[in-house]
């Protein structure tokens, strides 16, 4: 049964920081991953889909890795900024194609 | 163009009420999926339609709940005979294609339902 981990669970930093949450998942026969935003009370916001075949993603001040054989990813956000602040959560797609979550890592960015 | 949109966004039930979650994906969308998201905890998989076909029904958590997409378009969720753990937020997402050939099938989320169950 696919599992999928998120540490650190919260995490708080000044502005500007480089930061990185990482997520790791017990099987490695996954399709894509995908990591999402979620901001208090609102639903989820894509942020980067990674497909099994690539390395990594990029947009903006955010680049998300995927390396598959050893169950991990990692999502780096660049120059963090209050703006920033909500919840990250991964998710892993196997070969069914309803979504693993992981638990989220709580992210506040203070001024 | 427009997203997923769920209604209602809050809903408050007493213990053995029934109550229906509605969801309207992205125009043109082939899959759906529910999920549920307990307090502090990610989104579990509850049921996932291709058109208005119901190919995985393995997350839902008891026979009192109930999905349908009659018309391979908008959704409904209804769970029958509520109770305090049912309380949650129910989010609803949609996929632009099916299972075959859907390996980056990127999945887009409405907004969710927040349900109270006192």
């Known amino acids: 049964k696919q599992e999928v981990t998120q540490i650190p669970a919260a995490l708080s930093v000044p502005e500007g920081e480089n930061l990185v949450l990482n997520c790791s998942f017990t099987d490695s026969a996954i399709y894509n991953l995908q990591w999402f935003r979620q901001d208090p009370g609102k639903g989820l916001t894509s942020l980067l889909l990674i497909q099994s075949s690539q390395r990594e993603q990029t947009s903006g001040r955010l680049n998300a890795s995927l390396d598959k054989s050893s169950g991990r990813s990692t999502l780096y956000i660049a120059a963090s900024q209050p703006g920033d602040s909500a919840t990250y959560l991964c998710a892993v797609r196997g070969n069914t194609d309803k979504l693993i979550f992981g638990t989220g890592t709580r992210l506040q960015v203070f001024p | 163009g427009a997203g997923v949109s769920q209604s209602p966004r809050y809903k408050v039930a007493k213990r053995g009420q029934d109550v229906a979650l509605r969801c309207d994906p992205i125009s043109g969308h082939v899959s759906l999926f529910w999920y549920q998201q307990a307090l502090g905890q990610g989104p579990e998989f509850l049921t996932y339609?291709?058109?208005?076909?119901?190919?995985?029904k393995s997350g839902l958590p008891s026979d009192r709940f109930f999905a349908e997409r009659p018309e391979g378009s908008v959704s409904t969720l209804k769970i029958q005979r509520t109770q305090q753990e049912d309380s949650a937020v129910y989010l609803c997402a949609s996929s632009p294609l099916g299972t075959s050939g859907s390996r980056g099938n990127e999945q887009f989320f409405g907004p969710g339902t927040r349900l109270t169950v006192l």
């Open positions: 339609f291709q058109n208005e076909a119901q190919l995985d």
